[in-house]
C-alpha cells in the first residue's frame, strides 16, 4: 500500500468563495507522484471538476468528506460548516482559531471531541518561520487596483469576482491621470510588490517604502501622496503611520488609503483612523467629507476577487509540500505543534472558566 497521502480537497461553504486550494495542473503532478486525490462537486469553484477528472482525480459529492475514510487529509480554505460537532479527520485550511477569534474555542472544542486535527496554513512555515504559502501577492495587487480605480471613479459595487484581463484593461483604459501619486508602505512584502505591479500597470510609478522608511516618517511626504496602500505585516506596535489629527490637515493631498493589512482591531495596527472594515457591497467608506474628502478600503478577502490568479499562485506554493506530508516533516510537525498548543491553552482556558 502507498505511504503517500490521500487528500480529499471539500467544497467551500461560503457561497462567495471560488478558489481552490489546490489547482487541476498543481494535482495532476501530485497524482503523478501516487498522491491520491478526491475533489468534491462544487458549484461556485472557479475550476471546473472534469479538469481534475482528467488530471487523475477522483470525484465526491459537495461536503461528502464527513464520511470520507479517516486516514484522507481534508483540504479546505475557508471555514468548516457548523456540522458535525465532532471533527475526526485531520484538516488542512485556514482555521483562524489560535488567537482568540470569535468561535476559536468552539472549533477547537470540535477538534477534541472528535479526536481530529487542524493543520493551518496560516502556520505552515519553513525554517526560518516564513510563510511557504500565501495569498498576499494577489491581495495587494487587487488591493491596489481598486484604490486607482476608485480614484478615476470608475469603481462599481457591489465588487465581483473578475480575472486579471479584466482587471487590468479596467486600470489602463482611461490611462493616468497626470501627476497621480500612490505610496505603498510595506513594499518589499508579497502584498507589497502585488500593489506595485498594479499600480505600474496602471500607468503610476509608486513610492515604495519599508522599514527603513517609516523608521523616521516623514509625514508631509507621506500626505503629499493621493493614495497611501498599506500591505504592512508587523507583530509588535509601531508609531501609527497615519493619525485622526493628519486627516484634519488642511495641506493634505491624500485622499484615498487601500489598507491590505486591514489589522483594524489589533494593537499593532499602523492606520488607526478608521474601525471597521469594508466588503464587496460597500468597498468605500468616507472618512472625512467636504472639499478634501478622505475615503478607506479596507477589504479583508481581495484575494477572492482574483479566484483563478490567486488559487494557481498559493496551489503552486502549497503542492510540494503536499508530496512532504507527513507528521515528521519539519513544516507539517510546526503545523502540528502549533494546532496542540492552541489546544492545550483552549482545554485549560475552558477548564478555568468552569
Ligand atoms: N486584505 C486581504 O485580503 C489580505 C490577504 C492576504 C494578506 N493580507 C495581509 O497583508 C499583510 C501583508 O502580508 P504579506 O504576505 O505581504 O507579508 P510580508 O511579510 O510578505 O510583507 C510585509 C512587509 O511589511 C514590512 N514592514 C513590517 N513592519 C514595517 C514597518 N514598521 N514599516 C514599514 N514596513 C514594514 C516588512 O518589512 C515586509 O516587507 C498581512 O497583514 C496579511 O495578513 C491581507
Partial sequence: M????????????????????????????LVAHGVEITVEESPQRAFPLTDYVAAGCRTAPAGSWTDA???????????????????????????HAYKGQAGARELLGRFTAGGG?????????DNDGRR??????????????LAVLHHRGLLRAPLRPLD???????????????????????????SGRGACD??????????????AETRALDRTALLGHDILVSTVLTTRAVAPFLTA????????????????TCDVTSECNVLPVYDEITDWEHPVRRLREGDRPADIIAIDNLPSLLPIESSRA??????????RLSDTDPVWARALLAFETAVATNHEGSTYAH
Fill in 132 to 145: 511557504v504559502a500565501a495569498f498576499g501577492y494577489w491581495a495587494g495587487y487587487v488591493g491596489a487596483a
Fill in 69 to 95: 475514510p479517516r486516514d484522507h487529509y481534508i483540504l479546505g480554505l475557508k471555514e468548516l460548516p457548523d456540522e458535525p460537532a465532532c471533527l475526526i479527520h485531520r484538516h488542512i485550511y485556514f482555521g
Fill in 198 to 211: 498594479a499600480l505600474e500597470a496602471a500607468g503610476i510609478t509608486p513610492t515604495r517604502w519599508d522599514v
Fill in 2 to 29: 502507498s505511504d503517500m497521502p490521500r487528500l480529499w480537497m471539500r467544497h467551500e461553504s461560503r457561497t462567495s468563495e471560488r478558489r481552490a486550494p489546490l489547482v487541476p495542473e498543481d494535482a495532476a503532478r
Fill in 164 to 190: 486579471r484581463a479584466a482587471l487590468d484593461a479596467q486600470l489602463s483604459d482611461k490611462g493616468s491621470p497626470a501627476d497621480e501619486r500612490a505610496l505603498v508602505i510595506g513594499a518589499l512584502g508579497r
Fill in 117 to 125: 486535527t487542524l493543520l493551518d496554513l496560516e502556520y505552515l512555515t
Fill in 314 to 323: 498559493f496551489s503552486a506554493e502549497l503542492h510540494p509540500q503536499q508530496l
Fill in 245 to 260: 489629527a493628519d486627516l484634519d490637515d488642511p495641506k493634505r493631498r491624500l485622499s484615498l488609503i487601500a489598507d491590505v
